[in-house]
């Protein structure tokens, strides 16, 4: 639109009105001079004819108001800067999702909370029901959702399953932030969609938004960098790419337990096609971990000994290659992959070794139909065709490797090549009666290691009383075939492989007060028989029953882009019965305390705060040592399983970060700091020679940290 | 005593997240220090297995009341520091020693008859090493030379060598005081000073106390045959002194000689013994009965060491033991 003014000066300009530091159009901006007004297009670009130094009001929902004069020439390129948000309060408890528990977290959550260094897969133990780990102890990177193994969950990408969620010691998980749209814990009692879990379902999802113009970011922390990008090729096609790597074995590669430090990387590359409600996109990821470590603890052995102290060297990476589509009709949805997954975990000495090679086909596809308007049909299948190398080569057992080798702390040796298919079909009708919905689902997993067919039903309810109270319910049964080496005739030991079983309730409510305030409720119990019990570097132990029952109570509170918090309560118990003995389960934690704040003081500062408190982890005391008089050792004698406790863990994160907007781009660099009171942060255990003596190993108790992301 | 190492931080501030940190025990594999059974030592014998069990006291080379040892193979028991079994491998052998206050455990698990490695010869002699050098490269402590057997200077230090019958065994070295920086399988530097590490550097190091320091090399071979020797370490020790099968005395007497008789006395040293009245003797004949040896035979000072008697049933005795005075 032109305006004319009657200025023999006037000049005819075009611009566009950009957002700062994303450089993205901005639609429907108001243009004002005094009284008149005129509104730019969906791209944000306008024309005027006006004398040069002419003021101009730039006026836009979101944004803060800006007066720029017109310049002499054009093209006029204004800049219009993020304000603060009309304070909209998110209510989590409107989310609908067809499942009956799930916890939710989405980018901002994930970029704002302290302690996370960004990452979102490391804020899951923020959540309600997963229990905490100390901070870079040898269980950080363990995933315990009520009560059950770290075996037991199942992470995802896109609906591709992942052989593992963390670098090593959960310094980061392994995909970039960047990619992540969203991420979905569900705890258990989850519907029809999943199988062959007995534990918790991650399911990250990536996003396939496709950008306006191209942008990249970039990050660099104390422990690693890496840089995205995402590029518009063309209306139709997309590509995004990230890469990350730590850096430390640069600078330092040697110390007194590492010889090369450890090294992680991930990446991602994605061409994507998508014309209206349908995408196809091609994918190949990857992650990958090494070091290099002495086998024995240099601090307990003497020079000579340390000097013939062999290394061990620990690579575990894995590739996916994916192909993806998403088609949104009316009458329903379809989603699904085909992927192809090599990964491998390797570990040598010089004598001994352990690989473990495994390549995976899966495929998967999930479709929701709309039968009518009160009935929406769910369904889908998966497959999963494996096939495992398992390698391992003991001159002896190699105690001192049990953690990432364990058949080798065992001494044993097999070449065990297995292939295997597991596959799955579900159907779930999802019935809308009025202010209730009925979610029945009856699963169907078969597994040719087992020769098992498992048909699990499951219920879930959710009724909405009112706009602002909900009240859900399910229950299930659940299932999980067993790990493919259980069959090797050695490190298996004859024992005939069966799938675990597990069922589940969960009854909860969601009251909103004040059409802003959340709380929420969830109890939940679940009871397990057939599972198996494998100590690093012991035989299996099978016929193993469990039972956790736990308490969650969480408060919500946040206005999008300006402040949020949450609290989490967790009460719970979980036991293993092993031959006819209760004791703790490995993750039993009666209780865990998460707090949760951050705030957008002004407009370019956000300031974070996370505090937990929760019960340390059980540990297995060790009552006496035996003299072994041929090696010259100590030989523990344990008491109880899981018989006492580490100390309470607490720890507090504070985050403070500060946005520079650019023209076309931001640069945000952070602060961050960690502090964990004395006496509350006992990773693990150590004893004496002897074992007459016991204490616990600290990790540090403050640590300053800095990073700095920039984002075009 | 010994090299007291505290897990720490890494100097760069970016590789403080692979940190922990943890203060150091009491007392290390190193350490003579509370009870504890030494070693265990099984060989063939007429009656099936010979079994001997170093229990160390607690308080030094000697025992108040000897310990009270069990000797366990399936239903067969057998008691007292030396024993004999009626089995033969494969077996396990367990083992429990007591002194009324303290009680240790140990097992012996035979796959084939075991054979004790023999020591044909021991070296013991001054280095000019430093406490600092307990963190030197190996290759470089091995090159200092090795002077005479004499008493080391406090924060001095003392190259002690075993030469085996056999290649295959590995020692374990213990002390009373000081701190070892081994150099191979059968030989090993030992500073007069207690040295405390941290992160491979040292931290402190204090000279330890002159006088007769006790080590002890336990020599295995990882099937289950085990033997044992000690060597003191004389540490500023003035004056002439009894060296004796590796143990060192101070004495009153003229240097020289073979064979010394000498009355038994009570000491408050590691050795818990002194050597009163020393006297060159012609040969071992004049030695009483003492401690479960017979009369007449050169003093094994491991029988006291070992527990077979306690000191106050050695005291007054008049024994002969073979050695050197030196001056």
Not at chain 1, 25 to 38: F, N, S, Y
Not at chain 1, 91 to 118: S, W
Not at chain 1, 643 to 655: E, I, M
Request: net charge negative; glycine share 10%; charged share 20%.
């Amino acid at each position: 639109m032109i305006l004319l003014v009657g200025a023999l000066w006037a000049v005819e300009i075009q611009g566009q009105v950009l957002e700062r530091g994303t450089a993205d159009p901005i639609p429907e901006v108001t243009l004002r001079v005094g009284d008149t007004t005129w509104s730019t297009t969906a791209d944000g670009r306008f024309t005027v004819d006006l004398p040069a130094g002419t003021p101009v009001d730039f006026l836009a929902g979101g944004y803060t108001p800006y007066t720029e004069p017109v310049p002499e020439a054009g093209p006029w390129r204004v800049y219009l800067r993020r304000g603060v948000a009309a304070l909209e309060v998110v209510v989590e408890a409107r989310r609908d999702p067809p499942v009956v528990a799930e916890q939710h977290l989405d980018r901002e959550r994930v970029l704002e909370t302290p302690g996370t260094f960004e990452d979102p897969v490391r804020l899951l133990q923020a959540l309600a029901g997963v229990a905490q780990t100390p901070e870079y102890a040898p269980t950080s990177g363990d995933i315990s959702v009520r009560g059950s193994q770290p075996g037991d969950n199942r992470f995802y990408l896109d609906g591709i399953e992942l052989p593992y969620l963390y670098h090593y010691n959960q310094y980061s998980s392994v995909f970039h932030t960047r990619l992540l749209d969203e991420l979905s814990l569900y705890p258990s009692t989850f519907g029809g969609a999943w199988g062959d879990t007995l534990g918790a379902v991650i399911d990250t999802r990536s996003t396939w938004t496709r950008p306006a113009r191209v942008h990249g970011s970039a990050n660099l922390n104390l422990v690693m960098g890496g840089a995205s990008a995402e590029v518009p090729v063309s209306e139709a096609w997309t590509l995004r790419a990230s890469g990350r790597r730590s850096y430390l074995d640069l600078i330092d590669s040697d110390s007194l337990q590492y010889t090369l430090f450890p090294v992680f990387y991930d990446w991602f590359a994605r061409a994507e096609h998508t014309r209206g409600d349908h995408r196809v996109g091609i994918a190949t990821f990857g992650a990958g971990d090494a070091y290099d470590r002495y086998a024995g603890e240099p601090t307990l052995l003497d020079p000579w000994e340390q000097s013939e102290n062999p290394v061990f060297t620990w690579r575990q990476d894995f590739q996916v290659l994916a192909v993806q589509h998403r088609d949104l009709t009316p009458g329903g949805s379809f989603q699904g992959h085909v992927s192809f997954t090599a990964s491998r975990a390797d570990g040598d000495l010089p004598l001994a070794s352990s690989h473990d090679r495994t390549f995976t086909l899966q495929a998967r596809e999930d479709t929701v139909a709309r039968v009518s308007d009160a009935l929406d049909l769910a369904a889908g299948a998966e497959l999963r065709l494996m096939q495992e190398h398992l390698v391992v080569v003991a001159d002896r057992p190699w105690p001192e490797v049990a953690r990432e080798a364990p058949f080798l702390a065992r001494g044993l040796s097999t070449d065990d090549r297995t292939i295997r298919a597991i596959g799955g079909l579900y159907a779930e009708p999802r019935l809308d009666l009025g202010s209730a919905r009925l979610l029945p689902a009856v699963r169907l997993d078969v597994d040719s290691l087992t020769r098992r067919l498992r048909v699990d039903p499951r219920l879930g309810v959710r009724w909405q009383i009112g706009e602002w109270t909900r009240l859900r319910a399910a229950a299930g049964r659940y299932g999980q075939f067993p790990d493919t080496w259980l069959a090797s005739p050695v490190l298996g030991g004859g024992t005939e492989p069966v799938s675990a079983t597990s069922t589940q309730v969960a009854a909860g409510f969601d009251q909103t007060v004040a059409q802003r305030l959340e709380f929420g409720v969830d109890g939940w119990a679940r009871w397990m028989r057939d599972l198996l019990v494998a100590d690093p570097g012991e035989a299996p132990i099978t016929g193993v029953e469990g039972r956790s029952l736990g308490l969650s109570i969480t408060s919500r509170y946040r206005l999008r882009e300006v402040f949020f918090t949450w609290l989490s309560v967790d009460l719970s118990r979980t036991t293993r019965t092993i031959d006819g003995v209760e004791s703790p389960g490995d993750y039993d934690q009666p209780f865990a305390v998460n707090y949760v704040a951050s705030w957008t003081f002004a407009p370019t500062w956000n300031l974070g705060l996370r505090y937990r408190v929760s019960a340390g982890l059980p540990v297995t005391e060790v009552v006496d040592g035996v003299y072994d008089a041929v090696s010259d050792q100590y030989l523990p004698v344990y008491g109880p399983r899981n018989g006492s406790r580490l100390p309470a863990y607490q720890k507090v994160d504070l985050h403070l970060e500060k946005r520079f907007e650019l023209r076309r781009g931001v640069i945000t660099p952070y602060l961050e700091a960690w502090y964990v009171p004395k006496g509350s942060n006992t990773m693990y255990l150590a004893w004496s020679y002897d074992y007459d003596e016991v204490q616990g190993v600290s990790g540090p108790g403050f640590i300053p940290l800095v990073g700095v992301r920039g984002e075009i | 005593m010994g090299a007291s190492i505290r897990l720490a931080a890494l100097p760069v501030l970016l590789t403080l997240l692979l940190a922990a940190c943890q203060e150091p025990f009491a007392e290390d594999r190193r350490d003579l220090a509370s009870f504890r059974i030494v070693g265990v030592q099984a060989r063939a014998g007429s009656g099936g297995l010979d079994l001997r069990a170093f229990v160390w006291s607690g308080h030094g080379l000697w025992h108040p009341a000897p310990p009270e040892v069990v000797w366990t193979a399936g239903e067969l028991t057998a008691t007292g520091p030396t024993a004999t079994l009626p089995v033969a491998p494969p077996v396990d052998i367990e083992l429990r020693a007591s002194d009324g206050e303290h009680e240790e455990h140990a097992v012996l698990a035979l796959d084939a008859p075991p054979v004790p490695p023999v020591v044909e010869s021991w070296v013991r002699g001054t280095t000019e090493l430093e406490a600092s050098d307990v963190v030197a490269p190996i290759d470089e402590r091995r090159a200092a030379p090795v002077g005479a057997d004499v008493p080391v200077a406090p924060d001095g230090a003392l190259r002690l060598a075993l030469s085996l019958q056999e290649d295959g065994a590995t020692t374990h070295w213990m002390a009373t005081d000081g701190t070892f920086a081994e150099l191979d399988a059968t030989s090993t530097d030992w500073f007069a000073s207690r040295v405390v590490l941290d992160d491979n550097e040292v931290e402190s190091s204090t000279p330890v106390d002159e006088g007769v320091v006790s080590t002890v090399a336990l020599v295995f071979d990882g099937a289950g045959g085990n033997s044992w020797i000690t060597l003191d370490a004389a540490v500023a020790v003035l004056g002439p002194r009894l060296y004796t099968a590796g143990r060192v005395f101070p004495v009153d007497a003229t240097p020289g000689g073979e064979f010394w008789s000498f009355t038994v006395g009570t000491s408050e040293t590691v050795a818990g013994i002194e050597l009163l009245d020393l006297a060159p003797a012609e040969d071992a004949s004049a030695s009483e009965a003492a401690c479960g040896l017979e009369a007449g035979v050169s003093f094994d000072f491991a029988a006291l060491a070992e527990g077979w008697c306690a000191r106050d049933d050695l005291v007054g005795a008049r024994l002969v033991a073979r050695g050197e005075v030196l001056p």
